[in-house]
Nanobody, 130 residues
C-alpha cells in the first residue's frame, strides 16, 4: 500500500524559506513519479512540481519557477520541496502525490504543467505572512 506523509509546513514571513518533506512507503522511487500540489482556500488544487527520478525530469508551475525545487532521496524514500522567496500567494495546503512512472502523463500547459496522480498524502499547511 502506498502511503505518503507530508511534514515541514508552517508560518513564514514573505521572502522566507521552508522545506517540505514527504515520507513515502509501499513503493520504490525509481518506479514512481512524485508530485507536489497545493490548494488555497476557495481555490482549486493546482500542480506545483513534479519529479521523475527514472530520467530526472522536473516540471514546475510557472509561478514557482526559480523559487521552488523538487528532489528525492531514493535511499531514504523521501521527497522534498524546497521553497524560497515565499510570497503570500504561496499560502495553501501542500500535498505530496505519487504514481507509477508508466502510468503518469505530464502535459505542458500555459501555466506550467498538468499531471494526474493516484496516491496522495494528507497535506501540510504553509502560511506566508505579508
Amino acid at each position: 500500500e502506498v502511503q505518503l506523509v507530508e511534514s515541514g509546513g508552517g508560518l513564514v514571513q514573505t521572502g522566507g524559506s521552508l522545506r517540505l518533506s514527504c515520507a513515502a512507503s509501499g513503493f520504490a522511487f525509481d518506479d514512481y513519479a512524485i508530485g507536489w500540489f497545493r490548494q488555497a482556500p476557495g481555490k482549486e488544487r493546482e500542480e506545483v512540481a513534479c519529479f521523475i527520478s527514472l530520467d530526472g525530469s522536473t516540471y514546475y508551475t510557472n509561478s514557482v519557477k526559480g523559487r521552488f525545487t523538487v528532489s528525492t532521496d531514493n535511499a531514504k524514500n523521501m521527497a522534498y520541496l524546497q521553497m524560497t522567496n515565499l510570497k503570500p500567494e504561496d499560502t495553501a495546503v501542500y500535498y505530496c502525490a505519487a504514481s507509477p512512472v508508466d502510468e503518469i502523463i505530464v502535459v505542458y500547459t500555459p501555466d506550467g504543467f498538468r499531471a494526474d496522480f493516484k496516491s496522495w498524502g494528507q497535506g501540510t499547511q504553509v502560511t506566508v505572512s505579508s
